[in-house]
C-alpha cells in the first residue's frame, strides 16, 4: 500500500500573520514539501492542476520534471489531469516524457475539474464534460498502446497515421487513476478499462464514497478485470497534528476558517463529524485513517492535503514529520494485518512491465486446445 500527499497549489494568506507568499514562493515551497515527503519515507507526492487564482501549479510535468531529477525512489503523480480541457495528444506526451525522465516514477489521476470557467478558456463547453471526459480518455489510452492512431471523434480533429512521441517507457503507459468526488460516469469509466479509481473523500460524508466505490468495484469485476476485491482504489484524507489534540484544534481553526476550499461554511466540529478530516493528535489520525478500510475494503494508496490554507512551510515540514515518524509505519503494519493475499499492491512501473512480461512470454496453447 502506499502512502503519499498530494497539493492544490493553493496562495493563500496566513490569517495569523496576515503574510500571503508570492507565487514563486508558493512554488518553491510545493518542491521543498515534496522533497520532505521522500525523506521522511513517504511513497508518493502529486500536484493539482489548475488554471485560476489563487492556484499556481498549471504546469504538472514542469513541477514534477523538476523534483524527478532531485528524488530517487518518490513516485509521481498528478492529484488531477483535467482530461476535459487538456488535448489527449499533449497529455500522451508530456506524460511519457516525464516517464522517461523519471525512469518510471510517474502515475497521472484524470478528472474533470470543479472551476467552470477554465472550460471555455480552452475551448470547451463545461455542459459536456462527461462526453469530453469518456472521448478523451478513449483516445489517449489508445495513443499509448497503438503506434499508429487513426482517430475521429465528436471533440477533436480527426488523426491520421499519428503516432505520438516519444513512446511510453518499456512499452508500459504509465498507470491511471481516475478521480471523482460525485460522478458514477468516472467510476464506471475507470472499471471499463481495469483502472484506479480515486475517490477524494475530503468533502462529502463515507456515505457517499462508499456507493462510488462499491460501484466501481462491481463494474471492474463486470469487465473482467478480476474479483471486486481486486479493484486498485486510492482515497484521499485531510488531516492536521499535535502531539496534543488540543493544541492541533487550536492552532488549525483559524486556517480552516479562511480555507479556499470549504471557510466560511460548517464549523470544524461539524466538517470533521461529517466528512474525513482528522484534527488532532498522531494516533487520532491512526485510528481514523483505519477506520477507512471497514467502510471502503482493502486499497492500494492513501493521500493525504496536508499544505493548503495559508499554513507556513515551516509547520506543513512539521506535519510530514509526524505522518512520516509516527503515523504512516504504523498504518503500514496495520493495514498489512489479515490483508487477503487476493489483493494487489498499488501498482508501479517495474510491476506493471512485470506484468506485460508474463503475458508476452507465456506459452501458446496449442492448436485445437
Do not use: C
Not at 128 to 135: D, N, R, S
Not at 226 to 250: C, H, I, W, Y
Amino acid at each position: 500500500m502506499q502512502f503519499g500527499i498530494f497539493s492544490v497549489g493553493d496562495v493563500t494568506t496566513d490569517p495569523t500573520t496576515g503574510r500571503t507568499p508570492t507565487e514563486h514562493e508558493r512554488i518553491k515551497a510545493m518542491v521543498a514539501i515534496a522533497l520532505k515527503a521522500e525523506e521522511v519515507g513517504l511513497d508518493v507526492f502529486a500536484t493539482g492542476e489548475h488554471h485560476n487564482p489563487p492556484f499556481v501549479p498549471s504546469s504538472p510535468t514542469t513541477m514534477l520534471g523538476y523534483i524527478a531529477a532531485r528524488t530517487e525512489r518518490l513516485q509521481l503523480s498528478t492529484a488531477t489531469t483535467l482530461i476535459t480541457t487538456n488535448d489527449p495528444v499533449k497529455i500522451a506526451e508530456d506524460f511519457a516524457m516525464l516517464q522517461h525522465l523519471a525512469d518510471g516514477r510517474v502515475d497521472l489521476m484524470l478528472g474533470r475539474g470543479n472551476t467552470g470557467p477554465v472550460y471555455p478558456w480552452f475551448g470547451q463547453d463545461i455542459r459536456q464534460g462527461i462526453p469530453l471526459a469518456i472521448e478523451n480518455y478513449a483516445l489517449l489510452h489508445k495513443l499509448w498502446r497503438e503506434d499508429v492512431v487513426d482517430w475521429e471523434g465528436r471533440f477533436r480533429t480527426p488523426l491520421q497515421g499519428f503516432t505520438s512521441t516519444p513512446r511510453p517507457l518499456d512499452g508500459v503507459p504509465p498507470f491511471v487513476w481516475h478521480g471523482s468526488i460525485r460522478s458514477p460516469e468516472i467510476a464506471e469509466q475507470a472499471a471499463y478499462y481495469g483502472d484506479g479509481f480515486f475517490a477524494n473523500n475530503i468533502f462529502w460524508p463515507k456515505e457517499h464514497f462508499m456507493r462510488l466505490i462499491s460501484l466501481y468495484r462491481q463494474r471492474y469485476a463486470h469487465y473482467g478485470h478480476g474479483t471486486p476485491e481486486q479493484a486498485v482504489v486510492g482515497l484521499g484524507g485531510q488531516v492536521f497534528m499535535r502531539k496534543n489534540s488540543q493544541d492541533a484544534v487550536r492552532e488549525f481553526r483559524p486556517y480552516f476558517d479562511v480555507a479556499p476550499v470549504y471557510g466560511h461554511g460548517p464549523s470544524l466540529e461539524e466538517f470533521m463529524a461529517e466528512t474525513p478530516l482528522t484534527v488532532g493528535s498522531p494516533q487520532q489520525v491512526i485510528d481514523r485513517t483505519l477506520e477507512f478500510r471497514e467502510f471502503f475494503g482493502d486499497y492500494q494508496r492513501q493521500l493525504f492535503l496536508m499544505d493548503h490554507a495559508g499554513l507556513p512551510l515551516k509547520t506543513v515540514l512539521e506535519q510530514l514529520d509526524l505522518l512520516g515518524e509516527e503515523v504512516v509505519p504504523v498504518l503500514r503494519k496495520e493495514f498489512a494485518k489479515d490483508r487477503p493475499a487476493g489483493v494487489p499492491d498499488a501498482p508501479t512501473h517495474a510491476s506493471l512491465l512485470a506484468a506485460k512480461n508474463a503475458v508476452e512470454d507465456a506459452p501458446e496453447a496449442p492448436v485445437g486446445a
